[in-house]
């Protein structure tokens, strides 16, 4: 029997299964599952029963590594591949008689991404211990929020391509159920070769934000935008770097599925997702197997899983059929965290020495659905050409630079950036950082171009070369080369005359009023002069000429 979902969101994964039990290409979008679930059964579907309608529920837990030089609780460095068991203090390793010491830092982070994500922030907040035992955690506890987590009932606006055009966009809000500050565990590293596992304590301490969202997704696509969003919010305001590579985003996605009107049914935790492409195809993966084993008959297990990233599914790690106690009980070594406001600071406290909410929110930067807006007013672009803009790190920078130094418009630059340097950035596997040609370069180069003085052509040729760092300028390779235009109307003339005489089928064609096949004459006078020439006056020639 086949599967389809109502319309709570994406259907994207669905288009298989549709097809398989339904007959027939699957629906298009989110919004005619439930309209195509209705036709199927209202002609005797496939089945006996109709068409099985299914709601998937997605929620996710995501713990950003918070940006700071130092340790939630300790003096030990933070810092990416280091030396195993280098960072480590004796409180980090757990050793009796050390005292926790919160991390200021740590605490202006967690405000302040909770500021923008429009949370209620706990002007008074608590620290629990939650107690399990692994090797990779030498206290026997992890220090975490579960009572009275630093900020509250907040929301996150994302956006969703329609059948993946980034032209049709809908926006969707997840709401934020809490945001808690909570210490990192070490890292086991298993040596399969010797049947041994090392244990890496740098990691053991470090700050981390674990963003609770609701199960308010449905799909895979859903969670990914959510994350992304995410991810440019907290990059936005530095309250993490959010490398997901270097494990400072990492996501736990709790799936389920039900029928319409029921109660949620049983879920299923994949754990430490690294990747969003990964998020995407994890829940998907996991949501059409939840599907098929019910249809089949079977049940669903309250289990832990792992996304296997080779074989593109999930796998059991363990169940939670047994529930865990982790005898949570109050940090007896930290008092509870007071924050303040305006209106609540006493007069005679000393400013150093608090966290004011009012002063972190005063100085929030701009989100990235605000820079987004702004760059479409600003420069006139499309908004997704905002989007692709701040999805690349520094490419916003990149591109206001350029239009600064350019006489070009914005609308012709951003065909550049996008079209043409992003992709060479791409094939070299390179950032926007990284890039060799700088905005100063491409700005030159485009200047020549608006001036006229080079084809787009010559443009592309030029910035190939420029690509290969050898330090010449656009002009110097235009003259190096020869790429100028030719200014000679006469020769241009001579050469449009000659592409015609050798063209007899294709002159008749025009004249027959087919006029797209002057593009190929145009195409021919452009390798006659290797580039040289202007598309629109050689348009012009050939028109005039074809006329007589």
Known sequence: M????????????????????????????????????????????????GLAQWVPVVGLEIHAQISSNSKLFSGSQVQFAAPPNSLVSFFDASLPGTLPVLNRRCVEAAVMTGLALSCSINKKSLFDRKHYFYADLPAGYQITQQRVPIAVNGSLSYNLCIDNKMSQMVTKTVRIKQIQLEQDSGKSLHDDTRSQTLVDLNRAGVGLMEVVMEPDMCCGEEAAAAVRELQLILQTLGS????????????????????????YGVRTEVKNINSIRFLAKAVDYEIQRQIEELENGGTILNETRAFDAKLGC?????????????????????PPLILYDAKSLPANMNHQQVVNIDWI?????????????????????????????????????????????TQMKPKKVIGWILNVLLSYLKQHSLTVKESPVSSFLLADLLNLLEKREISSTAAKQV??????????????????????????????????????????????????????????????????????SNPVLVKQLLEKKLSE
């Open 361 to 405: 929110h005063e100085r929030l930067p701009d989100l990235p659905s605000v820079k987004r807006a702004k760059l479409v007013e600003r420069y006139g672009i499309l908004p997704e050409h905002s989007f692709a803009l701040l999805n690349e790190d520094g490419l916003t920078e990149f591109f206001e630079n350029v239009v600064k130094q």
């Open 463 to 532: 910035l190939a070369e420029l690509w290969k760092g050898e330090g010449k300028t656009p002009l110097e390779i235009v003259k190096e080369k020869k790429l100028e235009l030719i200014q000679d109307q006469k020769e241009l003339e001579q050469i449009c005359q000659a592409v015609i005489d050798g063209q007899e089928n294709e002159v008749m064609a025009i004249k027959a009023g087919n006029l797209k096949v002057l593009n190929k004459l145009i195409g021919l006078v452009q390798r006659e002069t290797q580039g040289r």
């Open 314 to 334: 999930t796998v059991p790690m363990r169940d939670k059929e047994g529930k865990q106690d982790y005898r949570f009980m109050p940090e007896p070594n930290l």
């Open 2 to 49: 086949a599967a389809a979902v109502a319309a709570r969101g994406c259907g994207g994964v669905w288009c298989r299964a549709w097809q398989r039990g339904a007959g027939g290409p699957a629906p298009a979008s989110c919004g005619q599952w439930a309209a195509a679930a209705t036709a199927c059964n209202a002609r005797g579907g496939a089945g006996k029963s």
């Open 240 to 263: 993490s770097q959010a490398v997901m590579a270097e494990g400072q985003l990492r996501v736990d996605a709790n799936v389920s599925v039900h029928r319409p009107g029921e109660p």
